[in-house]
């Protein structure tokens, strides 16, 4: 069965640090690895992913997928309180599965 | 208003009766979505479409139906509505980006 895996669950950091999330994945037919932020409503794209080692960035977030190793990482720099979601992970194979999320609170 | 849309917002029903949940988007996007998201399990895939008159279930099918005769029309109806399918409704659409709706809030009571 299709799983995608992100960790930590939840991170509290304080602004100003950097965060890596994490994002595996066991599907078959991979097609593409997509990365959201949901805050109190819908979750808000961020990336897409379907090519291996290339980087992704928008500002202070970048995302690299690793196909070789089935993972993707997401990280923030210098975070911010506005930082503060939940971060979610979903791989696009034969259908859409996302991950649990992972929880970010930026303190300031 | 160019975007996707989801009608209505917030619905409460009572078990056993039949709700439509409209999702409506103005892309033309193939590919449309259906998710529901509750505490601990996060975005369940129900059903998803990627074409007119083309749907496949996804993870969480059981007590749900699709329809898609137009592109830009995705309803989700619960033929008899249970306790268990209380949650919040997403309807997406997606090119080379998705695109979520704000959200159904529903409640069987």
């Known amino acids: 069965e299709d799983k995608v895996v992100q960790s930590p669950l939840s991170l509290v950091v304080h602004e100003g640090d950097t965060v890596t999330l994490n994002c595996s994945y066991e599907v078959t037919n991979f097609r593409s690895l997509l990365w959201y932020k949901q805050e109190k409503k819908a979750p808000t794209f961020l990336f897409m992913l379907?090519?291996?080692?290339i980087e992704k960035k928008s500002g202070r977030l970048s995302s690299i997928l690793d196909k070789k190793e089935l993972s993707s990482i997401l990280n923030i720099t210098a975070t911010q309180t506005g930082d503060s979601a939940i971060y979610l992970c979903a791989v696009f194979s034969n259908d859409m599965r996302f991950g649990a999320g992972t929880r970010l609170t930026v303190k300031p | 208003d160019a975007g996707i849309t989801q009608s209505p917002r917030y619905k409460i029903t009572e078990t056993g009766r039949q709700v439509t949940l409209m999702c409506h988007q103005t892309w033309s996007h193939s590919y449309m979505f259906w998710y529901r998201q509750d505490l601990g399990h996060g975005l369940r895939l129900i059903y998803y479409s990627a074409a007119a008159d083309i749907t496949d279930k996804g993870e969480v099918p059981d007590g749900y139906v699709v329809s898609r005769s137009k592109t830009e029309n995705f309803p989700l109806t619960l033929e008899s509505a249970t306790r268990s399918q209380t949650s919040v409704y997403f309807c997406?659409?997606?090119?080379?980006?998705?695109?979520f709706g704000p959200g159904t809030r529903l409640t069987v009571t």
């Open positions: 379907t090519s291996s080692g």
């Open positions: 997406a659409s997606r090119d080379s980006k998705q695109y």
